[in-house]
């Protein structure tokens, strides 16, 4: 692992996690939501979890980002821009990330090196699907499938 | 010198208060929606770190996690825009602040 990599992708995700955030224009923020999601994707290559990584790809930028600017065009025309910001929510998001600091810096057991590990293949992940996770993959396809009928049902329109 | 795990979960915990503040800050239904995507993201580059920097990789546990938690995700943002879709139909508004006849 390259620490010089991993200083970059930190920077940029941080940044665009932060912009999308706190900017006031709704769809620059859900630009930069997605921008986060590939910083994030570019992490899970950096650990060695490639298939990982392109499903975030996938599944966030493909689906939910587009999903995210589509619903904000649909009710474009109540508010342009988020106007108000709550300044007590800024104070606790500072005070968690303090006590997860302190939790993380107090543990002696976490600065470890990567160990080296062989590659983690797609026939590996598809193996294990298949035989220890056959059971919840089930139940993901049963929670997808219900989620997409209570997601068409709630936006049908109601006759009356 | 190569990052170690610390390294990474002060950026997953960074990551979950972007998105704590996300959510708590904001006054638009659907931010607060991209807020909890962040925050789930975040729990996911723990999953992924602890999975690398484990003594056992060879069993991809963490993987498999952060793949079901990706899916779930996903069903939670259909069924959270469906929800805020719904809400902008009936009251012409997405600002949370707003939506408050349940108030006593």
């Known amino acids: ?160 | 010198m190569s990052p170690t795990l610390q390294l990474f979960l002060i950026v997953s915990a960074a990551l979950f208060c972007i998105g704590l503040l996300a959510a708590l800050s904001r006054r638009h239904a659907i931010f607060i929606l991209i807020g909890i995507e962040m925050m789930l993201a975040g729990a996911n580059l723990n999953f992924i770190a602890f999975w690398r920097f484990s003594s056992e990789p060879h069993q991809p546990t963490g993987v498999m996690i952060a793949i079901f938690s990706i899916a779930i995700a996903a069903a939670e943002a259909a069924v959270g825009l469906a929800l805020v879709i719904s809400v902008y139909r009936h009251y012409r508004t997405t600002n949370v602040d707003q939506l408050d006849q349940l108030k006593g």
């Open chain 1, 1 to 160: 692992m390259n620490s010089v990599a991993f200083i970059v992708i930190a920077i940029f995700t941080l940044a665009a996690g932060l912009a999308a955030a706190t900017l006031q224009k709704l769809m620059h923020a859900a630009l930069s939501f997605a921008v986060t999601f590939v910083g994030i994707a570019a992490f899970f290559f950096l650990l060695g979890a490639e298939f990982v990584g392109l499903v975030q790809v996938f599944v966030y930028i493909g689906a939910v980002a587009v999903l995210i600017v589509f619903t904000i065009l649909l009710t474009r025309r109540d508010v342009e821009k988020d106007r108000g910001f709550n300044w007590s929510g800024a104070f606790i998001a500072i005070a968690v990330f303090g006590g997860l600091i302190w939790a993380i810096l107090k543990t002696q057991s976490l600065s470890v090196a990567a160990p080296e590990i062989p590659a983690l293949t797609v026939k590996r992940i598809g193996e294990v699907l298949m035989t220890n996770y056959v059971w919840p993959l089930q139940c993901v396809g049963l929670l997808l499938t219900a989620a997409l009928v209570g997601a068409l049902i709630l936006v049908m329109e109601e006759k009356q």
